[in-house]
Structure formats: structure tokens, C-alpha cells
């Protein structure tokens, strides 16, 4: 099962090449677009925090990795490459191999991940036979699942399923790219802090890639070390955290950023940004589900908008570490007092 | 037992209300009034209806369902001659086609949008909206004026005098009678199969890489069967009531021809005797389906187990 561990390269190592590489990835469900040109890449031993408000799709973008999405939907990208293949392209079984041993996916909702006729356990088994399972349960707190052989997912806590299936995506599976979507939503904070420090310690040990989407942005300040923000399917500024936290370019990452309660010291400094409260930016979901096609689709919402905004949509500009989707990401902040 | 005990009663009851008296049948043409009220009195028809009721409930918890008023013959041993020949009928007709239908339903789901699927979905409409009397007739026309010598259109082989006549007998009464089912599992299987697949469940072992034939096996025919167990069980309960068409239409001897020769007739004790073998007959179909409902969903036996739904 670790034949693997070799290639994974401790983080220290100079960067390889990247693991991952989505090229302008769109994804439809039944023609309303969900995911709308997304690039990025991810390279060993990374993390990868994936921001932004619900339904701008970020677990879309995530399943769409693995292909693994609903009938209905249409999938659509200049390139996904994986550890230097395409994966468009990839015979079904090979992409199933792939599933089987590289690539780990924690999904969003634990309640319903697993199949409700089957005694749990027994469904653990399918994926992981190996006799450290007990091991890998008792390091997410849950050996006593061990002792209820019969039992089936219904009889589960929201966060003792969303443990189990850390275990078997992650700890158990080992794999070289890691995709957790929201992984600790329903965990308290004990046993957020816990579950975080095994995915570290995974990370640490073999080096896997991690694509870490989520909502809470104490979170990827602690774990990522780069973020995407994505706003009505588009990545509309990716870059290094440390740049990100501390000199955002688009307005959206501002706003939410500003929202951020100001207890750290990050915080502090946030808060007192000028120009944008969140009251100003009020995140008012309809507005952003309407986001029209032509213009740029964070402006209806946007403190800082131009007449060209509602025209033009931005194209993706490299600005040193950071990439961002905004006709002003160019201008200085003072620029944008004036205006 | 409060629902064998309403339906005999119900059945008493409209036996007694409806207009006419086997006696007329039992009489015919030499009716006269000494001889209606010999015959009634031996019948014990004098008494008023109540006291009828209680005396036969009285005889049926001993054990004993009566005897025909016109042959004499005992209404147990009625049942035990037709009876086997409808369950035969039924079971064959309903494994076979509800065996179709699960493997058409699945097909159709797992080739969504193929011509199989728009097959078995006209196939079902069509099926369920012709009526058996009518697909009955159809049959008999069919086989007995123009495809003469191939299927027997009427008539019934006992199993005695071999299996394969026994067996060309029952194809066409079995084909009217269970197409419905057919129609009706392959359309639910169909339905709830895609609805699994679209389950976050699914999605998951899909994304740990396993197979797709696991994945159906493990996974998506084993919860799709749940809604199945269900709407199976009801069909059964069809299959009892449709028999009694199609068993009339190709003259198969089994309960559904004796229940209505013996309601035409007004014999009482058979009429009562042939409601209460298919109330019977349905509350183990329930039974049935709530054992498998048990055996196949965790849930529910959760409730049972909780003492939350057993009936
Ligand atoms: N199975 C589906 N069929 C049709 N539309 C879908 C489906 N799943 C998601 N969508 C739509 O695609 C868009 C993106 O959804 P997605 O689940 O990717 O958002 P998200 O960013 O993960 O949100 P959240 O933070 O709430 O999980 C939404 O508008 C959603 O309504
Ligand atoms: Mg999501």
C-alpha cells in the first residue's frame, strides 16, 4: 500500500513540478455554468486553501478533478493534469486506478456519504483491509467503532462519519493528492484542532498535495500555504497566504477578509484597512447568484466599481505571486480612494 | 385478525343485503313455497340475519367454513382444489414478470436516454393503461381464431397429465396477469436505480476507485431495492385481484373462477369462504413484505427493534 512513500518529497526539498494542473476547467450542471474557467496548480507537499462563498463552486471544482460529477453535468478544460498526465483523456479504468490509489476525496456532507443499507464498518472494509485500521481509528478518537460491527451510518454522529471518512480518504488511503472539501465542519474545535494536525502530519511524512476547501479563513491562515478565492465559479485571486492576508488585490478577498473578526493580530490589521466595512459589502447571496454573463460578476456587489466592470470581464492578470481577476488590481490603494 | 374479521363481515353483510336468495337458484323451476321453506329451514335461512352472522362466525371458529349450498361439497375442500391452481398461477406469472421488470428497470436505468430505456418506458405506460379483460380477449382472438394449435386459449391441463401442456396452459393467463407488474417494477426499479445513482453515497465509492460493477452490486441495486420491496408487495396484492379476471376469461379453474360462480349463485358459504382465503392471502403478503422490508433497511428495523412500528 506505501509503495508511494518514496515519491512523496519532504516539504523542504526545492519545488518539483507541479502535481496538479487544472487549465481553464468549466463545468456545467444541465447548462447553467457552476465552474467558470479556473486555473490552477498544486505541487507536492502544498496546500492548497480553496475560499468563497457558498455555491461559487468550489466542491464542483473539486469533484470535477476526479471526474466524478452528477449526470447532468458538462465538463469542459483546456488541460487537467495529473502527475504529468491528462486526465481528460485517461481510459475509465485507468481513472478509476488512479481513484483506487493516488488521489483521496473527504466529501462535504458525511451524513450521506455512505451507502445507508450497509453496516459501517463493513463498508470501511471495502476500502481499507489492512490490520492498522484500528490504528487509524483510535488517531481520529473513534476505536470504539470497532466494537459496533452492526451498526449503520444513521446510528452516527455527523462528525464521528466525517472522522471515518478522514480515515479512509486520507489516513488510511495515503494518497499523493488530497481533495478535502469543508473536512471539519462538523467538528468541534478539540477535534478540529486534532483532525488538522493529522493532515499536517500527513503532509509531513509523504508529502501529498492537499486541495483544502473551506469557510473558515483562521483555518487556511493556520494550514495553506497558498489560497484560491473563488467567486460565482470563477478563482477570482489565488496566491500565497501571507500575501493574500496581507495586501489583497480583489475587492471580493477584501470583503471577505474584512469579515474576519479582528482578534488576531492579522485581523487587527485588516480591520483597519481603509474604504471597505462589511456593511458596505454586504454579501448578499441572490445578487450574486444573478451575476451576469457579459461583465465582471462581482459587480453588482463591487465598492469599487468602474462603468467598464459592467462590461468587461476581467481577465486573469499575474501580479508577482499573486493572480487576480479586477480591471483595478493594477492601481495602488490610493488610487482607489480617489476613486 | 381485526382485518380477516371486517372482511367477513363485510362480505356477510352485502352477501345478505343484495337482492335474491340462492334459494330461487336452488329451486329453479320447481320453486314452490313448501319447498323454498323446507330448503330454508334446512339452510337455516329462517333466522334473522343477525343470528345467522353469529352463527357463522361460531361455526368458523371451530374450524369449519361451511359447505356449498348447491353441491353440498365442503367450502374447505373447495378451497383446497382451487386454491393451488391460482397460487401457481399467480407465483409463476409474478416471478416471472417481476423478475422482467427488476432486469428491465436496471437496464433501462444504467443505458439512461438509450432507445432500451425509451423502450421500456413506452412499454410500461402501454402495458399499465390495457386492461387485462380487455388484453385477455385480445389473447383469446388472437390464439384460438387466427395462431390456432400454438398456446391453448381456454381450458386448463392438471399438472397430472404433464408438465409441458400443464405449463403451455398457464402462458397466456400468466402473461395477461402479471404484464402490470411487469410494468409497474420495472418503472419503480428504473426510477429509484437513478436516483441512487445520483447519491452522494455513490459518488463517494465512486471516487475511491471502486468498480463500477462492485459499485452496483454493493451499493446502488441494494438501496435501490428498498422502494422495490415495497410497490413488489403491493403488486403481489394485484396479482390476487387480477386473477379473478383472467382466470374467468381463459376458464383456469382456480379461486377466481369459484368466487364469482359462487357470488353469481348467492352461495354464501363459498362466496364467504373464497373472500376470506384471499384476505388471508393478503395479510401474508404484507407480512411478507414487511419481512423483507426488515431484512433489506436498517431503519426500519431500528423502529421495530424500538418498538415503533410493528404490526
Ligand atoms: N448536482 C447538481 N446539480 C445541479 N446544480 C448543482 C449541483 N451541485 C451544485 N450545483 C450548483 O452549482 C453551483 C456550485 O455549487 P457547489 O456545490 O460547487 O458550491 P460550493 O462552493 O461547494 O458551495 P458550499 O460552500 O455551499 O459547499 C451552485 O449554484 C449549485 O446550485
Ligand atoms: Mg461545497
Not at chain 1, 471495502?126 to 473513534?142: E, F, K, M
Not at chain 2, 397429465?161 to 402473461?175: D, I, K, M, S
Not at chain 2, 426510477?191 to 462492485?214: I, K, N, Q
Not at chain 2, 376470506?276 to 392471502?281: G, I, S, T
Request: include cysteine; proline fraction near 7%; charge should be neutral.
Amino acid at each position: 500500500m506505501n509503495d508511494r512513500q518514496a515519491t512523496g518529497s519532504p516539504v523542504t526539498d526545492p519545488p518539483p513540478a507541479d502535481l496538479l494542473t487544472v487549465s481553464d476547467l468549466h463545468v456545467d450542471y444541465a447548462g447553467r455554468p457552476a465552474v467558470r474557467g479556473v486555473s490552477l496548480s498544486l505541487r507536492r507537499g502544498e496546500i492548497l486553501g480553496l475560499v468563497g462563498e457558498s455555491g461559487s463552486g468550489k466542491s464542483t471544482l473539486c469533484s470535477a478533478i476526479t471526474g466524478v460529477l452528477p449526470a447532468g453535468a458538462r465538463v469542459r478544460a483546456a488541460g487537467l493534469r495529473f502527475d504529468g498526465r491528462e486526465l481528460t483523456e485517461l481510459p475509465p479504468e485507468d481513472m478509476r486506478r488512479i481513484r483506487a490509489s493516488r488521489i483521496g476525496v473527504v466529501p462535504q456532507r458525511p451524513m450521506t456519504s455512505l451507502s445507508p443499507s450497509t453496516p459501517v464498518l463493513r463498508q470501511m472494509r471495502w476500502y481499507h483491509d489492512g490490520h492498522d485500521l484500528a490504528d487509524l481509528l483510535a488517531q481520529v478518537g473513534l476505536r470504539a467503532v470497532l466494537d459496533r460491527p452492526r451498526d449503520h451510518p444513521h446510528r452516527f454522529s455527523g462528525g464521528q462519519l466525517q472522522r471515518l471518512l478522514i480515515v479512509l480518504a486520507a489516513l488510511a488511503r495515503q494518497p499523493d493528492l488530497l481533495i478535502a472539501d469543508e473536512p471539519t465542519t462538523t467538528l468541534d474545535a478539540t477535534v478540529q484542532a486534532q483532525v488538522l494536525r493529522l493532515l499536517l502530519d500527513l503532509r509531513d511524512r509523504l508529502g501529498p498535495a492537499i486541495l483544502y476547501v473551506t469557510h473558515d479563513l483562521a483555518v487556511v491562515a493556520q494550514i495553506c500555504d497558498r489560497v484560491g478565492v473563488m467567486y460565482a465559479g470563477r478563482l477570482v485571486e489565488s496566491g500565497p497566504v501571507s500575501q493574500i492576508f496581507t495586501a489583497p488585490r480583489h475587492p471580493y478577498t477584501r470583503a471577505l477578509l474584512a469579515a474576519l473578526p479582528a482578534r488576531t493580530e492579522r485581523g487587527r490589521r485588516l480591520g483597519a484597512m481603509p474604504g471597505h466595512t462589511v456593511a458596505e459589502v454586504t454579501l448578499s447571496r441572490e445578487r450574486g447568484a444573478r451575476a451576469g454573463s457579459a461583465g465582471c460578476a462581482f459587480a453588482p456587489r463591487c465598492p469599487v466599481v468602474l462603468a467598464r466592470c459592467h462590461e468587461e470581464e476581467p481577465t486573469p492578470i499575474t501580479m508577482g505571486t499573486d493572480v487576480v481577476r479586477c480591471h483595478r488590481a493594477g492601481e495602488t490603494p490610493e488610487a482607489e480612494e480617489d476613486a | 385478525m381485526t382485518t380477516v374479521l371486517a372482511v367477513i363481515s363485510l362480505v356477510f353483510v352485502l352477501l345478505r343485503l343484495s337482492p335474491g336468495s340462492p334459494l330461487y337458484t336452488l329451486l329453479g323451476f320447481s320453486y314452490s313455497e313448501e319447498g323454498r321453506a323446507a330448503v330454508a329451514e334446512r339452510l337455516g335461512l329462517n333466522a334473522s340475519i343477525p343470528e345467522q352472522y353469529v352463527r357463522y362466525l361460531r361455526q368458523l371458529a371451530g374450524g369449519d367454513l361451511g359447505a356449498s349450498v348447491f353441491s353440498g361439497q365442503p367450502v374447505g375442500e373447495l378451497l383446497a382444489q382451487r386454491l393451488p391452481v391460482s397460487l401457481e398461477l399467480g407465483l409463476v406469472a409474478g416471478a416471472v414478470w417481476m423478475a422482467l421488470g427488476i432486469l428491465a428497470g436496471a437496464l433501462a436505468a444504467l443505458r439512461h436516454g438509450s432507445p432500451f430505456d425509451g423502450l421500456v418506458r413506452v412499454t410500461s405506460v402501454v402495458a399499465l393503461s390495457v386492461p387485462s379483460f380487455w388484453l385477455g380477449l385480445v389473447c383469446v382472438l388472437v390464439f384460438g381464431v387466427y395462431i390456432t394449435g400454438v398456446l391453448p386459449v381456454s381450458g386448463y391441463v392438471p399438472i397430472s397429465e404433464g408438465l409441458p401442456e400443464h405449463l403451455r396452459g398457464l402462458v397466456l393467463p400468466a402473461f395477461v396477469l402479471g404484464l402490470p407488474a411487469f410494468a409497474v417494477v420495472a418503472r419503480t426499479f428504473r426510477g429509484s436505480v437513478l436516483e441512487v445513482l445520483d447519491r452522494d453515497y455513490v459518488s463517494f465509492a465512486t471516487s475511491m476507485g471502486m468498480s463500477r460493477r462492485t459499485l452496483l452490486a454493493r451499493v446502488a441495486m441494494r438501496n435501490a431495492a428498498i422502494p422495490l420491496v415495497t410497490v413488489m408487495g403491493l403488486m403481489l396484492g394485484m396479482l390476487v385481484s387480477g386473477a379473478i379476471l383472467v382466470e374467468n376469461v381463459f376458464g383456469v379453474p382456480g379461486l377466481g373462477q369459484l368466487m364469482v360462480d359462487s357470488f353469481r349463485r348467492q352461495d354464501y358459504p363459498v362466496a364467504a369462504g373464497c373472500c376470506l382465503a384471499v384476505a388471508v392471502l393478503y395479510l401474508l403478503t404484507n407480512l411478507l413484505v414487511d419481512l423483507a422490508q426488515l431484512a433489506i433497511d436498517p431503519r426500519i428495523r431500528e423502529g421495530v427493534l424500538n418498538g415503533g412500528r410493528v404490526r
